[in-house]
């Protein structure tokens, strides 16, 4: 069963850096593609940022520049480091991994970015 287990959100001022990790129950080079997703309060769940099984990656323009997502098979984890962070960048953070058409989901962490 895949289960996916994200960590390292919290509270960060403007222009502050963090770093994301998702935890796979699963060897990460067995899904098709995982990605990082933002849901802010009262809107919709958007991508972030995506790496692809044969190691392609691809941002969301607001970010491009600004975050890096990278995968490690030795842990089984994806990571998502942020930089420059801004308070729009804030709302709860899901990774994702996508197996043919199924797709899994964490439960999600937060990230604020606050003065």
């Known amino acids: 069963q895949v289960q996916l287990v994200e960590s390292g959100g919290g509270l960060v001022q403007p222009g502050m850096s963090l770093l994301l990790s998702c935890a796979s129950s699963?060897?990460?080079?067995?899904?098709?593609?995982m990605a990082w997703h933002r849901q802010a309060p009262g809107e919709q769940r958007d991508l972030v940022a995506k790496i692809t099984a044969g190691g392609t990656t691809s941002y969301a323009d607001p970010v491009k520049g600004r975050f890096t997502i990278s995968r490690d098979g030795t842990t089984e984890m994806v990571d998502l480091q942020k930089n420059g962070l801004k308070p729009e960048d804030t709302g709860v953070y899901y990774c994702?991994?996508?197996?043919?058409?199924?797709?899994?989901w964490g439960q999600g962490t937060q990230v604020t970015v606050s003065s």
């Open positions: 699963v060897n990460i080079f067995e899904f098709n593609s």
């Open positions: 994702s991994a996508k197996i043919l058409q199924y797709d899994y």
